[in-house]
């Protein structure tokens, strides 16, 4: 099966589970296919545990999830040692060892387990025992947020937000979506998830999507985006170098996806957001949101 063809199974599985939520779906794909991480922001309750527990069962991956709390403390993410009966030293492995792990609500953790969560993801591996133990392959985080400061919430520092390749906001559903989700429920029981990929199939992709060609002009319009965060007046401070390799690495994902060779301008316009929204900090005073910095920037910087 072709990329663009597992691609269109895999949604459209999806959306026999979800209602609606078209491009939150795709944008949750294409990290898994950019072998990044993603934050998924949004109130409790708009099907973000559902969706990315759905994606692993379609992908028949390993799923797990951890709730964050302001006591998770890293051994509950990444495992610990321990002494057997016969005094050798075991390793218990945390849940972060999966294909694809959730983190319900990270910015409830302490920020000694958050540094060590996104160390491991950065790493790729977790060190336990004096032993650097690396993560499976294919290996996914997503990690949920809520909307700043709600519930004594605050949001992740930059430091540690650009380490997710992209933020993906998951909104209210429309009224027909929550008329749609009502009906879902009501037939969730009789209706099983249908397994469309392998890991080894989302492997192949990942690989794929490396060989996508970039030209010139998107390299260009990449590198004149991001420059331009950190010269707005109205950013403290702009989206880091990580910000390229993720519109490289997303926009080739998404090209292979469309069943394209080349990645286009367009492509990176529409991962704009997501690639960039988390990786700005906007003056308290500035009056306009992440949002509408973006959109001027879209429309300033000439193609």
Avoid at 6 to 19: D, F, P, R, T
Avoid at 75 to 101: A, E, H
Avoid at 128 to 151: S, V
Avoid at 195 to 212: G, H, S, V
Wanted: proline share 5%; charged share 30%.
């Amino acid at each position: 099966m072709d990329a663009h063809t597992a691609y269109l199974k895999v949604i459209e599985e999806m959306s026999k589970h979800i209602a609606g939520k078209r491009e939150t779906l795709e944008l949750l794909f294409l990290s898994i296919v950019a072998n990044g991480h993603a934050l998924l922001e949004g109130v409790p309750g708009v099907a973000k545990t559902t969706m990315t527990k759905t994606l692993a069962s379609i992908i028949d991956a390993d799923f797990k999830r951890i709730q964050g709390t302001p006591d998770l403390e890293p051994k509950d993410i990444i495992g610990y040692t321990y002494i057997d009966s016969d005094n050798s030293i075991k390793v218990k492995k945390g849940p972060i060892f999966t294909n694809i792990l959730l983190i319900d609500e990270l910015n409830r953790a302490p920020p000694k387990t958050m540094s060590a969560f996104l160390e491991a993801l950065e790493e790729r591996q977790v060190s336990l025992g004096g032993t650097d133990i690396p993560l499976p392959k294919p290996f996914t985080a997503f990690a949920t947020q809520n909307p700043l400061r709600i519930e004594g919430t605050e949001p992740l520092p930059k430091v540690m937000a650009d380490r997710f390749i992209m933020r993906i906001e998951v909104d209210y559903p429309s009224m027909e979506e929550e008329g749609e989700m009502l009906r879902i429920k009501e037939r969730e029981e009789t209706i099983g998830v249908n397994k469309i990929l392998t890991i080894n199939d989302i492997l192949d992709m990942q690989e794929q999507a490396k060989k996508i060609e970039m030209p010139d002009e998107v390299v260009k319009y990449i590198t004149a985006i991001v420059d331009a965060t950190r010269k707005d007046i109205h950013v403290v401070m702009g989206a880091s170098p990580r910000a390229d390799v993720a519109f490289m690495a997303c926009g080739k994902a998404k090209a292979l996806v469309e069943g394209r060779k080349e990645v286009t301008i367009d492509d990176i316009r529409f991962l704009a957001k997501p690639v960039l929204s988390h990786r700005i900090a906007v003056r308290a005073t500035g009056g306009i949101g992440v949002n509408g910095i973006i959109d001027g920037i879209l429309a300033s910087v000439k193609i």
